[in-house]
């Protein structure tokens, strides 16, 4: 009888360990992007797939990153560069770029409802495309920094049937 229970225990232990190895193979990774400009990397801000379609939680997200820094120290690009987006570890098919223009409080001062910049064409992971300067920015010169437009770039992808955003803050300038 102490043969059967010994042997019990230890069948018991073995498939509760078997068990666990399993379910350690099948964790769920969160999204990760690599967004780059001129082989420099931008910081992505990630809001993964809840409470990324709300102006509030995104103007929350810039708010909770800028804490202690100031805008002016936001990576510049100028206008027609070229900006990389490169998913680490997903695969979708399409990218949508949404353009928002930010005070230096965090708070999206630009039109929220704007059509994005649809990306389709992504090859090894990789997708480009060109920083546009947008036709109305003369609208918000009393919100620019030393001459240069604060810019939040929401970058929205479906993966697995959920929609996720990222996001990066930069610095606009005319060449």
Request: net charge negative.
């Given at each position: 009888?102490?043969?059967f229970k010994n042997s019990f225990i230890m069948i018991s232990?073995?498939?509760?360990?078997?068990?666990?190895?399993?379910?350690?193979?099948?964790?769920?990774?969160?999204?990760?992007?690599?967004?780059?400009?001129?082989?420099k990397e931008l910081k992505p801000i990630y809001y993964g797939n809840?409470?990324?379609k709300d102006e509030e939680d995104i103007e929350e997200?810039?708010?909770?990153?800028m804490v202690g820094k100031r805008f002016i120290d936001l990576p510049t690009i100028y206008?027609?560069?070229?900006?990389?987006?490169?998913?680490?570890n997903f695969k979708t098919?399409?990218?949508?770029?949404?353009?928002?223009?930010?005070?230096e409080s965090g708070n999206i001062v630009s039109d929220y409802d704007i059509n994005?910049?649809?990306?389709?064409?992504?090859?090894d992971r990789n997708t480009e495309f060109i920083f546009e300067k947008s036709e109305d920015l003369e609208r918000y010169y009393d919100y620019m920094v030393e001459g240069?437009?604060?810019?939040?770039?929401?970058?929205?992808s479906k993966i697995n049937k959920s929609s996720f955003a990222f996001a990066t803050l930069v610095l606009g300038q005319s060449k």
């Open positions: 009888m102490k043969k232990l073995l498939l509760i360990l078997l068990v666990l190895a399993s379910c350690q193979n099948r964790m769920i990774q969160e999204p990760a992007i690599k967004i780059s400009y001129d082989s809840r409470n990324n997200s810039i708010k909770s990153v206008f027609g560069e070229k900006i990389e987006i490169e998913a680490i098919n399409e990218f949508e770029i949404y353009d928002y223009i930010v005070d994005p910049l649809i990306l389709t064409s992504v090859e240069k437009s604060i810019h939040c770039l929401l970058i929205r």
